[in-house]
């Protein structure tokens, strides 16, 4: 236990010095790319106010700290699959889909493949001459692909990490990135088996559009005529960071009954675009060895204020195990947006 807890007082230590001299005293907000890593995926982590990195598990865990996928999921196993959905506003829609499963034969060793997906549907094509559009559409998306593993590494202590395609394309212009995750939990023997967890994301290379529309045609030497006009140039663009995040979390387990359980989860979190932030949730459940039901609420953003749009969040989930062994859940989650209206999110999950 002392290993533990001084390995990680380390990764608190390293990850806290590097977002907080990413973030300075000044405000950055506005200044990074890919908002859309930041948002979580899932109706249960955003039911729970987005206070979802100390008590994940399974695929789920794949979108919030990838040391999660080495603990047991709902259904008793380590292997399963998620996909959500989430009804965004103005006609977005955010994806994600993961799937995890054990490697070789010491229990705990877990390899996932996660998948986040944000389509902003198709736009008109509009021009100075044309404003209503000259009959042609564009898309946009956002990408995210990570490759995560995580193991055990004692009974109570679990460590994970994940590498990642980040892309963002509109229209003719794509900028792509790579970066890591790094996640622990550990788990303790206090008040009914308090847990806690740290997370540090989206540490990698900046994003720089380029495509077609930064190419224009040069002329290296305009004083002088008989020389080649059509040489294409690229405008070179500005790059931006990535939104590196390091969230620290506990879960206090507050009733711990045969059938009945409490948990109370609070995380702070530290960007290098924001203010150091308070995230809380809550979560009720009724547990049977066939059923689980979950209802839960949460507060995001407590120390942003008027600065989000958004502040409670609420939601619900069960759990089905069938006789084969194999388990089915379902969440649900609304956020509701005091300007944009409510969003809503529907996770499927498969233990097998």
């Known amino acids: 236990m002392i290993k533990q807890l001084i390995f990680t007082q380390l990764i608190l230590v390293l990850a806290f010095t590097t977002a907080q001299g990413q973030s300075g005293n000044e405000s950055r907000a506005g200044t990074t790319a890919a908002q859309f890593l930041t948002m979580g995926v899932g109706a249960k982590g955003a039911a729970l106010g987005n206070a979802n990195t100390v008590y994940v598990a399974g695929a789920e865990a794949l979108f919030w700290n990838p040391a999660g996928i080495s603990i047991e999921n709902e259904g008793g196993t380590f292997s399963s699959s998620f996909f959500s959905v989430n009804q965004y506003f103005v006609d977005v829609d955010i994806y994600g889909a993961g799937i995890v499963f054990p ?93 806690l967890g740290a997370s540090i994301t989206n540490f990698g290379n900046e994003l720089q559009m380029s495509g077609i529309n930064s190419e224009t045609f040069v002329d290296l030497d305009p004083q002088h005529a008989g020389n080649n006009e059509g040489i294409i140039g690229n405008v070179k663009l500005n790059s931006w960071e990535l939104p590196l995040s390091f969230k620290f979390g506990v879960n206090v387990p507050a009733i711990k009954r045969e059938n009945l359980q409490l948990l109370l989860l609070s995380e702070v979190q530290q960007t290098n675009d924001n203010n150091m932030n308070i995230d809380s949730g809550t979560q009720l459940s009724y547990l049977s060895n066939t059923v689980k039901f979950h209802v839960r609420g949460g507060y995001r953003d407590l120390l942003l204020g008027d600065k989000v749009d958004s502040h409670i969040t609420y939601g619900a989930g069960f759990t089905l195990k069938t006789s084969n062994g194999m388990a089915i859940g379902v969440d649900f989650a609304q956020v509701p947006f005091e300007y944009l209206g409510q969003t809503t999110i529907v996770d499927v999950k498969l233990y097998f």
């Not at 390899?111 to 997906?117: A, K």
């Not at 009959?135 to 590494?153: E, K, R, V």
């Not at 900028?175 to 939990?185: H, K, S, Y």
């Open 103 to 195: 490697i070789g034969k010491t229990p705990g060793r877990v390899l996932g493949l996660g998948l986040n997906f944000v389509d902003y549907g198709r736009m008109d094509v509009r021009t100075v001459e044309d404003p209503e559009g000259i009959g042609a559409t564009f898309g946009a998306h956002d990408l995210s692909f990570a490759l995560t593993y995580a193991q055990n590494l004692t009974d109570q202590f679990h460590f994970g990490g994940s590498v990642k395609i980040i892309q963002q394309k509109i229209y003719d212009m794509v900028a792509n990135a790579v970066a890591i995750d790094l996640g622990f939990l550990l788990k303790t023997d206090y008040i009914n088996g308090l847990t």
